[in-house]
């Protein structure tokens, strides 16, 4: 077969397969079982393999790519254009093999494992703490019930705590019991976080490119890891703002007719590493109110526009430092501050 672009849709078990020829001429449409993939792909000689980028999609370009291919990432949403019509296994391997040779496609650079498995330990912590959120919010409501009630925040789930296993108050056993089972899973969920974050920690420690993230205000060690493991290799951006517009961090525009609407950030891009920089950002923005002649770009911000939407300006300005920091392997320089006379 003399196939120089195939179009690969993956799947769980059953892969479709759309190869073409120089010519454009379709050569081979199979499906594949799982264990059929490499054996076919070990055949064939080195052409360009396009594939959708999902969960699965780093795994098998770093297998194609070791066999010598030339693997590349697309988003699911540009190859869904290239869909003549209908919607089936066939006709997603065919746009996936027309979108691939397209010169404006962008596509997404394939992880390695490490940095596969420092996202999946962000992910897991980020899905403890919400686990460790739902339990106290369920405390909580369940004490309100009996009208014991307590102050927002670590103190006041401390007290909580405290109320829970305190004997002395008027709450009946049966309640204490199911507040306890609750308790218990609160310390396990502490425990598993707390280990996660060591790792974190120690992958902070071992990689120069999160430690030089670190020194940006508003961007800590979980934000700098993250930031790392995700830009696998931040010149595949042209600027900063590129950088921060792949984040979401950007207004969605609904402009038409040569007249710009601009409205609220866009929910594409990444989302944690968005709600990262946000969160950040709002910890700056309540550390600028205490010092404001630390701040005078955020103060005078302050004065003209609410807190959110200065929080998610300066989040896009640590996103742009972040990505000069990455670029041009520097660490982030305070500006110096202008004194009035």
């Given at each position: 077969?003399?196939?120089?672009?195939?179009?690969?849709?993956?799947?769980?078990?059953?892969?479709?397969?759309?190869?073409?020829?120089?010519?454009?001429?379709?050569?081979?449409?199979?499906?594949?079982?799982?264990?059929?993939?490499?054996?076919?792909?070990?055949?064939?000689?080195?052409?360009?393999?396009?594939?959708?980028?999902?969960?699965?999609?780093?795994?098998?370009?770093?297998?194609?790519?070791?066999?010598?291919?030339?693997?590349?990432?697309?988003?699911?949403?540009?190859?869904?254009?290239?869909?003549?019509?209908?919607?089936?296994?066939?006709?997603?391997?065919?746009?996936?093999?027309?979108?691939?040779?397209?010169?404006?496609?962008?596509?997404?650079?394939?992880?390695?494992?490490?940095?596969?498995?420092?996202?999946?330990?962000?992910?897991?912590?980020?899905?403890?703490?919400?686990?460790?959120?739902?339990?106290?919010?369920?405390?909580?409501?369940?004490?309100?019930?009996?009208?014991?009630?307590?102050?927002?925040?670590?103190?006041?789930?401390?007290?909580?705590?405290?109320?829970?296993?305190?004997?002395?108050?008027?709450?009946?056993?049966?309640?204490?019991?199911?507040?306890?089972?609750?308790?218990?899973?609160?310390?396990?969920?502490?425990?598993?976080?707390?280990?996660?974050?060591?790792?974190?920690?120690?992958?902070?420690?071992?990689?120069?490119?999160?430690?030089?993230?670190?020194?940006?205000?508003?961007?800590?060690?979980?934000?700098?890891?993250?930031?790392?493991?995700?830009?696998?290799?931040?010149?595949?951006?042209?600027?900063?703002?590129?950088?921060?517009?792949?984040?979401?961090?950007?207004?969605?525009?609904?402009?038409?007719?040569?007249?710009?609407?601009?409205?609220?950030?866009?929910?594409?891009?990444?989302?944690?590493?968005?709600?990262?920089?946000?969160?950040?950002?709002t910890t700056v923005v309540q550390h600028a109110r205490k010092h404001p002649d630390k701040h005078p770009w955020l103060i005078s911000l302050l004065a003209r526009r609410p807190?959110?939407?200065?929080?998610?300006?300066?989040?896009?300005?640590?996103?742009?430092?972040?990505?000069?920091?990455?670029?041009?392997?520097?660490?982030?320089?305070a500006p110096a501050i202008a004194v009035r006379v």
């Amino acid at each position: 077969m003399q196939v120089t672009t195939i179009g690969l849709d993956l799947a769980k078990n059953v892969f479709q397969v759309h190869g073409v020829d120089a010519t454009g001429k379709v050569t081979v449409t199979k499906k594949l079982r799982r264990s059929q993939v490499l054996a076919l792909f070990e055949k064939l000689p080195p052409c360009l393999v396009g594939m959708e980028a999902c969960a699965t999609s780093h795994h098998w370009a770093r297998e194609l790519k070791a066999l010598g291919h030339d693997v590349r990432l697309m988003p699911a949403s540009y190859v869904k254009a290239y869909v003549k019509r209908g919607k089936n296994d066939a006709a997603d391997a065919a746009a996936i093999c027309e979108a691939v040779t397209r010169p404006s496609m962008r596509f997404v650079p394939m992880k390695s494992a490490e940095q596969q498995a420092v996202l999946m330990l962000h992910r897991t912590r980020d899905l403890l703490v919400r686990q460790r959120t739902q339990l106290i919010n369920a405390m909580r409501a369940h004490l309100a019930e009996f009208g014991l009630v307590a102050a927002r925040g670590r103190d006041g789930r401390k007290s909580l705590i405290a109320i829970v296993r305190d004997e002395a108050n008027r709450l009946p056993d049966l309640a204490r019991r199911a507040l306890r089972a609750i308790l218990s899973q609160l310390d396990a969920l502490q425990q598993q976080i707390g280990d996660i974050e060591r790792d974190i920690h120690a992958q902070h420690r071992s990689s120069e490119a999160s430690r030089r993230l670190e020194t940006i205000p508003g961007i800590g060690v979980i934000g700098a890891t993250a930031i790392a493991a995700t830009v696998t290799d931040p010149t595949t951006f042209k600027s900063g703002r590129e950088f921060a517009a792949w984040i979401g961090l950007v207004p969605r525009q609904n402009s038409s007719g040569g007249k710009e609407r601009l409205g609220s950030i866009s929910k594409q891009g990444d989302r944690y590493l968005r709600r990262l920089l946000i969160v950040g950002a709002t910890t700056v923005v309540q550390h600028a109110r205490k010092h404001p002649d630390k701040h005078p770009w955020l103060i005078s911000l302050l004065a003209r526009r609410p807190a959110k939407v200065v929080a998610v300006a300066l989040a896009n300005k640590m996103a742009r430092i972040a990505w000069a920091v990455l670029a041009r392997g520097e660490t982030y320089r305070a500006p110096a501050i202008a004194v009035r006379v």
